[in-house]
């Protein structure tokens, strides 16, 4: 098997989501031990922690765009921390959350490439 080099980056985040719960996933993975379980299988894996949690609220003002700014604002701190884990050499691993961290993800990657 080929040793990886995996950064993992959590983002407890159901901001972008339409009810609460999805912000839940980085911290269930973690107590099921994935980052012990990746190095145990013999990958190199650098844990850069999880952001703040962003919940989901309902935004009246905008319901078609619900809570647009706090989405946006999760995207660019995606994209940054996937950026910077791209630039020391390692394979992003998100554990998250919404859809926001895909969109995130790909503007870092963009960034980088």
Same mark, same amino acid.
């Given at each position: !098997?080929?040793?990886?080099?995996?950064?993992?980056?959590?983002?407890? $985040? $159901?901001?972008?989501?339409?009810? !609460?719960?999805?912000?839940?996933?980085?911290?269930?993975? =973690?107590?099921?031990?994935?980052?012990?379980?990746?190095?145990?299988?013999?990958?190199? &894996?650098?844990? *850069?922690?999880?952001?703040?949690?962003?919940?989901? $609220?309902?935004?009246?003002? #905008?319901?078609?765009?619900?809570?647009? *700014? %706090?989405?946006?604002? &999760?995207? =660019?701190?995606? %994209?940054?921390?996937?950026?910077?884990?791209?630039? *020391?050499? #390692?394979?992003?691993?998100?554990?998250?959350g919404d859809c926001t961290i895909a969109i995130g993800a790909l503007a870092g990657i963009v960034n980088v490439f």
């Amino acid at each position: !098997m080929k040793r990886l080099r995996i950064g993992i980056i959590g983002v407890p $985040s $159901s901001i972008g989501a339409r009810a !609460m719960g999805q912000e839940k996933a980085p911290t269930a993975l =973690r107590e099921a031990k994935l980052v012990e379980r990746l190095r145990e299988a013999g990958h190199e &894996v650098a844990d *850069y922690g999880d952001f703040d949690t962003f919940h989901f $609220s309902p935004d009246p003002l #905008y319901p078609k765009a619900q809570n647009k *700014y %706090a989405v946006m604002n &999760v995207c =660019r701190l995606v %994209a940054g921390r996937v950026e910077q884990v791209l630039r *020391y050499g #390692y394979s992003p691993h998100i554990l998250g959350g919404d859809c926001t961290i895909a969109i995130g993800a790909l503007a870092g990657i963009v960034n980088v490439f």
